[in-house]
């Protein structure tokens, strides 16, 4: 079965210049060497891995915090990861060879970053979500894209572009009215923001996951997040088991994990395993530009789980989640613009460097 799936989806070449799950921009990115014969076929199926991962992601929360009542937090996250990661290494020895399980020497930062990336995001995510609805932490996760080009700006001195800066304000207005429910006065008091801010951090730590896969840039997407994903497994493991043996944890017992079997397969096969292998090999096939506008599937997914579930969502709710999709939006269409003009620029000066003929 496994076989089949990375078949379908790794039907392309390995050779890629972004690594990771990649939220942040590459303009003079390649795309992968297209395995169909027809460019529109495979850009087809970018579209849909990446609709896939998507609304996978925004599945997750909602999934995860129906769990909640059997599995703690971070005993889930522990388990989810405990399987996922072996999928994850078996894929890469599968696709590229037993020696592409080598560390090469940088297991250390590896380690870390998978910690960051993996522990930071999940424990922090899911315990945020303990305090918080899924659909108020889908719009924290789908924030990534911009929080990306703050980072940048902070950590790397690349000042975002104007179109960014307008489309950071506009999410942020978003976010406040998803928050205070169009109440921003019970905002100033600390009102019920504890599980957001939570999974807020979680985002960051994922983000800084995201730029930190830059120096691994001679690895392919499957090579750095198989091996960080295994270990930051093990961290994931160890805060568990010492929150187990310390009894801060309550440990799941057989009954727990039946009722829970049907949740836990969906968060490793689907929104883990799939997902991530899907959101890579989309954003190769479409390129990272267009590609990040599909985490807008998170917070649609995710309030479209609530409103079947019967929550009504307020005006304020509806209104902020579709200021933070929109300003994504914004943001990549004028990425979008920018980088035609400058190719069509590049193809003057080639074309009045040519002699006349």
Not at 63 to 86: E, M, W
Not at 142 to 151: D, E, G, I, Q
């Amino acid at each position: 079965m496994m076989e089949r799936i990375l078949c379908q989806i790794y039907g392309l070449s390995n050779e890629s210049e972004t690594p990771s799950m990649s939220f942040h921009r590459f303009d003079s990115l390649k795309e992968y060497a297209m395995a169909s014969n027809s460019p529109q076929r495979a850009r087809l199926q970018g579209l849909l891995m990446l609709c896939l991962a998507g609304t996978a992601w925004g599945g997750m929360l909602p999934v995860g915090k129906s769990l909640f009542g059997h599995l703690d937090p971070i005993v889930l996250t522990a388990l989810r990861y405990g399987l996922a990661a072996p999928l994850f290494l078996a894929a890469l020895a599968w696709r590229e060879g037993r020696a592409a399980l080598s560390l090469q020497g940088r297991g250390l930062r590896l380690w870390l970053l998978g910690t960051l990336g993996f522990a930071g995001f999940n424990l922090l995510g899911f315990e945020g979500l303990r305090h918080t609805q899924p659909e108020q932490a889908s719009v924290m996760v789908a924030l990534m894209p911009l929080m990306t080009a703050l980072v940048q700006w902070a950590w790397r001195g690349q000042r975002p572009a104007r179109a960014t800066l307008a489309s950071i304000l506009l999410a942020l207005a978003g976010v406040l009215l998803v928050l205070s429910g169009g109440h921003l006065g019970q905002l100033l008091h600390g009102g019920g923001t504890q599980g957001d801010a939570m999974v807020l951090a979680g985002a960051l730590c994922w983000v800084a996951y995201t730029l930190g896969a830059k120096s691994f840039a001679g690895w392919s997407p499957l090579r750095y997040t198989a091996l960080s994903c295994g270990l930051g497994a093990l961290s994931i493991a160890a805060i568990a088991l010492a929150g187990m043996a310390g009894g801060h944890l309550r440990v799941p017992d057989a009954q727990d994990l039946r009722a829970s079997a049907w949740g836990m397969a969906y968060l490793v096969l689907l929104a883990a395993f799939v997902a991530v292998l899907g959101w890579n090999a989309g954003i190769a096939r479409i390129g990272p530009t267009a590609g990040v506008l599909f985490i807008n599937l998170v917070p649609v997914t995710a309030f479209a789980i609530g409103a079947l579930q019967g929550y009504h969502f307020g005006a304020a709710e509806v209104l902020g989640a579709l200021l933070v999709t929109g300003a994504l939006v914004l943001d990549s269409s004028f990425a979008l613009l920018a980088a035609r003009a400058a190719r069509r620029r590049a193809r003057g000066a080639s074309g009045a460097a040519c002699p006349a003929v």
